[in-house]
């Protein structure tokens, strides 16, 4: 089977026959992806995969509507876990982004609908030949990052953005000789 040189690992090759690119619905699913590349900043995707579950249970499954009213206590039992990435400002930033997500949630009925409309509810299929030409943000990520900056969201800049919207489907940025493009 032919994938995209950057799954290596089982568990790398796993993510990326199974949910890497393919469009995204449902916003508990979105917000666990959402959350799952903020942590991503400046560590390898690996890294936060060996780490997922982990964090689907200490973060009550993901449920962002949980999550928006953790407390002082349970922000420091998370950064005593072992089993999750404990930088301080990221954890702070689960919190912060859960609580801006319902509010996108208010305003837009769902963050599905406010997400997909940045494509207009179509993914954009690339078509590279070699991951040298996958730009790591682009024009369409400057703006969603720009938009979750300015309703409150944090740890989402350009870079995590194009990531986020590669690994949620809106951009099909499989390689034109793999498999699943």
């Known amino acids: 089977m032919k994938r995209c040189d950057w799954a290596k690992s089982e568990l790398d090759k796993k993510y990326h026959d199974t949910e890497w690119g393919k469009p995204l619905h449902g916003d508990q699913a979105i917000f666990e992806l959402l959350i799952l590349e903020t942590m991503q900043a400046g560590l390898s995707w690996s890294t936060v995969l060996t780490k997922r579950e982990n964090f689907r249970q200490a973060l009550d499954g993901f449920d962002y509507q949980k999550i928006a009213l953790y407390n002082e206590e349970k922000k420091s039992e998370l950064l005593t876990n072992a089993g999750l990435i404990r930088n301080k400002l990221k954890i702070h930033s689960i919190i912060k982004n859960a609580q801006a997500f319902l509010r996108v949630q208010e305003e837009f009925t769902s963050f599905d609908d406010y997400l997909w409309s940045f494509v207009d509810g179509k993914p954009i299929v690339n078509q590279f030949e070699k991951r040298e030409e996958v730009p790591t943000e682009t024009e369409l990520s400057q703006k ?12 989402v800049g350009p870079v995590t953005c194009y990531a986020f919207i590669q690994a949620s489907g809106l951009v099909n940025d499989h390689l034109l000789d793999c498999d699943f493009y």
């Open 144 to 155: 969603l990052a720009k938009d979750l900056k300015k309703r409150g969201f944090s740890f």
